[in-house]
């Protein structure tokens, strides 16, 4: 953007010779100067000044000027304020001057006349009753400024004076144009017809949710964020016909990036070509709020019901309610507060600086019932509005909240009162008819809507803790490994879904991973996601193989008769050999990240959906893993959008997983998740580092023959093994335990027998595994002439440890007992194959 000299660079300094000085320090960046010149392009001006008085008010001084092109109007560096200068027309009076280019050849002290189409506007520049100086727009306008282009530089003189107000007494002065322009959140664009193409300023992309460094330039870009319904108005602007070449001004919507809708406001008119065809559309966006003054009493109310049918929580209400009064009104402080066991509860305070109120409301609101606050009980007695004048004595917990001006609004739903909003002013305010039907409109709505509200956090907060009850509180610790999980709920609708999530430490060495997903979004699925959750479990503990697992549970989801489905994926890991059998049942496959940092998909076999099929088979895959690997299960609301691909995501997923350090399994799992925005459905991510047992336990088994001498058999393949192990110490207590589980199986089931040992650091395990699903049972009474009961007693009191597990085909009844190794024994001094031991 070209620039006149050093005042068209920054700001000059009043008093200085010549054109002034600039201040370099606040020479305006390119984006800024480009918004700038944009939004003043629209009002149909090309220059921009600000004139404050100077020399005991003797004379106006020329602060800043800034602008695209060189006006033929001269802006001079002084001019005397008994002068005949509009700006000094406008100082005075303290009223805007409006001159097209005839008037303002005669109300100029320029010599030679300005020629040309010059069009000038004077603006005083006053706040609080003091006249602070005068803002000068100079355009090559033939017929003067319109009432749409004065309208806006009213408003941009306004938050000229409003900055010099925040700024008097600083020992300098700084730059105006550029911060008083971004303080009135001003998009501005220039627009193309016949290519299309749109020039938009960094405010405009921000206001419609795209980032700059995503914006191509395009107008369909910016189209593509607007609500389907707004689109054919927008389409006239766009395209616009020989018959609108004149001003045009609309509201239309866009849906933000993290899905709230937004009202914006656009105003622009249509630049012609020689031949009258639209050659550009300058125009400037700002943001609506839900109400405004000047708007319509219906489009209002229209305007504050559609924001609150989309406010789901009691803090989204409150957002709306300061939205909708806080600006509009020119109010300083609004506070929504419930009424909740005859005492009020904040919740939502705007400004949200605690110095900003006084000192009982800076927290959850006064600490006093409400009978200690006449003025606000009275309100909530008649459930009518209070408005309070300026100089109102009010009792000391509202001191300090509208000392200029105080609406008391109870909010009516049905037969009760839910709460109060309090709007105040500092400078004295006087209500308008119009702000009283605004104020009681407002407040019946916001109360329906805080009572909704209130049901939704109440459904919310259920669905939390039926989530919560139905996955598992914690993840076992694992000797080989570690397991993270992480679930999201939906960000729509009620918050429970039928994702879950399981680890099921099966033995020792050996864990089960699950992760599934229910159809749906309600009670019914996180029923259902609860009870398939622990069928899961169940048939796991017992001892099954993973398609018997699952297979059973989708026996069982058929059998229970209802309409909805389930996916599923079930991997069970060796965590001594690192060997995995993946079973997917409708399911994403699982993802692997290996130790070189590559990242894939493991491809599964997969069978259908539980519940489909009560036949249906599901095979198993085996894969191995080294040590370092990671294993991710997810649902598909991790890697599945409206706008995201299930190729996609699931390629984002890899990348994601492959750039992820597995050195904390919490925060991978974190940067898998993203941000975190808002989501279409919930997500379970699973994830385990396979570490490897860091002690390698050492194994013997022995089957034991039905013969009267086999417990004689099993206490010698005993014998021999714990030489062999130098653990001989524990030779007596192991022998005992041995014979007499070893004796109950033989005595009180039938089929195979099975005797396993194991040595693990300084404990060793005698497992008996018999073919009977009963759990052996202590006696309760052992007397003299009990005749038997007493070997489990002894096998209680021999064990650091005992315990029975179901396991596929019957049961295993387990003993530890400690030891203390006399040296390490190498694996391949274990004793050999079974049929090694009984030869």
């Known amino acids: 953007m070209p620039h006149d000299g050093r005042t068209r660079a920054g700001v000059s300094q009043p008093g200085a010779s010549g054109a002034g000085t600039a201040d370099t320090e606040a020479v305006p960046a390119a984006h800024d100067a480009a918004a700038r010149d944009g939004a003043l392009a629209f009002s149909g001006a090309t220059e921009a000044a600000v004139y404050v008085p100077w020399g005991g008010n003797d004379e106006l001084r020329l602060l800043e000027r800034g602008g695209s092109t060189p006006s033929s109007y001269d802006l001079p560096e002084r001019l005397p304020i008994s002068g005949r200068s509009p700006a000094a027309n406008a100082y005075r009076t303290g009223r805007p001057l409006w001159l097209g280019p005839a008037a303002l050849a005669s109300h100029t002290e320029q010599e030679p006349p300005p020629r040309g189409d010059a069009s000038l506007g004077a603006l005083p520049l006053r706040a609080e009753g003091r006249r602070l100086g005068c803002l000068v727009v100079v355009g090559a306008l033939a017929d003067g400024f319109e009432a749409e282009q004065r309208r806006f530089l009213e408003r941009y003189a306004d938050s000229v004076a409003d900055l010099m107000r925040t700024r008097a007494g600083q020992p300098a002065p700084s730059s105006l144009l550029l911060p008083a322009l971004r303080n009135l959140h001003v998009g501005s664009f220039v627009l193309v017809p016949e290519t299309g193409l749109i020039e938009a300023d960094e405010t405009l992309l921000k206001l419609v949710g795209i980032a700059p460094d995503d914006f191509d330039g395009k107008a369909d870009t910016l189209l593509a964020h607007a609500l389907p319904e707004d689109m054919h108005a927008l389409m006239s602007i766009l395209e616009p016909s020989t018959q609108a070449f004149g001003p045009r001004e609309l509201e239309f919507r866009v849906r933000g990036p993290t899905g709230e809708m937004r009202w914006l406001s656009l105003s622009c008119r249509v630049v012609a070509s020689t031949d009258d065809r639209p050659e550009q559309v300058l125009g400037v966006v700002t943001a609506t709020a839900a109400l405004r003054r000047k708007a319509d009493d219906v489009a209002r109310i229209q305007r504050l019901t559609a924001a609150l049918d989309d406010a789901a929580t009691v803090r989204d209400v409150g957002q709306v309610l300061v939205t909708a009064l806080r600006e509009p009104l020119g109010a300083d402080r609004v506070a929504l507060a419930e009424l909740r066991d005859d005492r009020l509860t904040v919740t939502v305070l705007d400004p949200p600086q605690p110095a900003a109120w006084p000192e009982s409301w800076r927290s959850e609101g006064p600490d006093a019932p409400v009978e200690v606050l006449p003025t606000l009980q009275l309100a909530l007695q008649d459930g009518r509005m209070d408005l309070w004048p300026a100089g109102t004595a009010l009792e000391p917990g509202l001191a300090g909240i509208g000392t200029g001006g105080l609406a008391v609004l109870p909010l009516p739903a049905k037969d009760q009162v839910t709460g109060l909003c309090l709007v105040g002013w500092e400078q004295p305010h006087e209500f308008a008819p119009e702000e009283r039907s605004l104020l009681t409109a407002t407040a019946a709505l916001v109360g329906q809507a805080l009572k909704r509200a209130h049901a939704h956090d109440a459904e919310q907060e259920l669905a939390t803790m039926l989530q919560r009850s139905l996955l598992p509180r914690r993840l076992p ?260 335990v041995v014979s007499e589980l070893v004796t109950n199986a033989l005595m009180h089931t039938q089929g195979p027998v099975r005797l396993d040992l194991m040595l693990r650091g300084e404990r060793v395990r005698v497992c008996v595994s018999d073919t009977s699903p009963r759990a052996p049972a202590k006696p309760v009474i052992v007397d003299w002439e009990s005749t038997g009961g007493r070997g489990l007693l002894l096998v209680e009191a021999m064990s650091d440890a005992f315990g029975t597990v179901p396991v596929a085909g019957g049961k295993q009844v387990w003993s530890e007992i400690g030891v203390r190794r006399r040296e390490p024994v190498p694996a391949d001094r274990a004793p050999g194959p079974e049929g090694e031991e009984l030869s």
């Not at 099966?506 to 159809?519: F, K, N």
């Not at 409708?586 to 940092?597: A, I």
């Not at 050195?663 to 808002?678: I, K, S, V, Y």
């Open 477 to 736: 610790e694992l000797p080989g490994g570690t397991a993270v999980a992480r679930y999201l709920p939906a960000r729509r609708g009620l918050e429970v879904g039928g994702d879950w999530y399981d680890v099921i430490a099966l033995s020792e060495e050996r864990v089960a991973l699950v992760i599934g997903d229910v159809q749906g979004h309600s009670a019914g699925a996180a029923t259902i996601m609860g009870q398939m959750r622990t069928a899961v479990r169940a048939y796991a503990v017992e001892g099954h193989p993973p398609d018997v697992v699952v297979s059973h549970a989708n026996r069982l989801l058929v059998g229970m008769e209802t309409d909805l489905f389930a996916t599923c994926c079930y991997a069970e890991l060796d965590l001594e050999e690192g060997n995995t059998l993946i079973v997917r049942a409708g399911h994403l496959s699982p993802l692997v990240r290996h130790p070189d940092g590559s990242a894939e998909e493991v491809l599964v076999e997969g069978g259908p959906p539980l519940g489909i099929l009560a036949d249906a088979e599901f095979p198993m895959t085996a894969i191995a893993l080294a040590p370092g690997t990671v294993l991710a299960l997810v649902t598909d609301g991790l890697v599945e959008a409206a706008d995201l691909p299930m190729d996609e995501g699931m390629r984002r997923t890899r990348a994601a997983l492959a750039a992820a350090d597995p050195a904390d399994p919490g925060r991978m799992a974190d940067q898998l998740l993203g941000d975190g925005g808002r989501r279409e459905d919930d997500v379970a991510l699973l994830l385990l580092r396979y570490d490897g047992m860091k002690t390698r336990p050492i194994r013997a088994g022995w089957v034991v023959w039905r013969l009267p001498d086999a417990v004689m058999h099993a206490r010698r393949f005993t014998a021999r093994t714990l030489r062999r192990w130098k653990v001989e110490e524990a030779r007596d207590p192991v022998l005992l």
